[in-house]
């Protein structure tokens, strides 16, 4: 970020991959292991056949579901040139498909 | 987004109404047939008078729910002129309610 | 939001706290009741042992994936120097664990 010479500013994290997310919470292991076995009872991936997109070939439908809950994207305010986070606030990519290779866009704008 | 003359910056979408969702996936109808039924069962239409929303003579307290999961906003980087999206990435409106016309803000900052 | 002085630009609105909502959605209290009602269901607190995380000594897990529901931030538009809100929209704190005091951060950028 100190990089960027933006001071003031937001910055966009975003997957740029639609069954992946972008995410802020807490860095504690226990609650990623949670977050996946509580989006696996909203969203299962079986039964395959019970999802119509899964139809096209895939099988990731779940997938496509999960993002929505965890959400595309963080935009985060860029102060004294610094992330302003909270005081546990972190950064995560959630992958819930994991066939292809996927990437993060970050953008930032301000002065 | 050509016409905005913007080069470098961010493109915020986002629904106007409360019962409505802006949201960034797939554009593949049979996803958006499985987005209605799953949402129908996290947040169910019926029975009306289980939500005290539906207390106000609304009957829409379900689609306030859908929305929170789906979203109400996406903010896309623009750079070089163009919105900077993932291969598959499309921005779709979703209506859960549908009693009345529905307006969409898409607003650019940058330069 | 006058006192800014931007004219044209974003506010981001933000949780500070990772058991914490900031939401766009309406003013209206059984509406509110209905959220925590459905949250609860999706998520709910008990039994505290279901989830990892609260082996940590928290008990908090379940605030954790409600917050997700629900969404870290809004990013509104500023026009002509006043929120460009939708008819209904109003921003809302949602807080799901309540330990601690809470901070909210508000940004804007623009001109």
């Known amino acids: 970020m100190r990089a960027s010479q933006v001071r003031e500013g937001f910055v ?10 972008v995410f802020i919470n807490d860095n504690e292991s226990g609650l990623h292991q949670d977050y996946e076995k509580w989006l696996e009872k909203l969203a299962p991936h079986e039964p395959v056949a019970g999802y119509r997109h899964n139809q096209t070939g895939e099988d990731n439908a779940d997938a496509h579901m999960k993002r929505q809950i965890m959400g595309r994207e ?10 302003d986070f909270g005081p546990w606030e972190r950064i ?8 292809r290779r996927k990437r993060v866009l970050v953008k930032i704008i301000g002065e």
Do not use: C, K, P, Q
């Open 74 to 83: 963080v935009v985060v305010a860029i102060t004294e040139g610094r992330l």
């Open 12 to 21: 966009l994290v975003n997957a740029m991959h639609i069954t992946a997310s």
């Open 92 to 99: 995560f990519y959630g992958e819930f498909d994991g066939r």
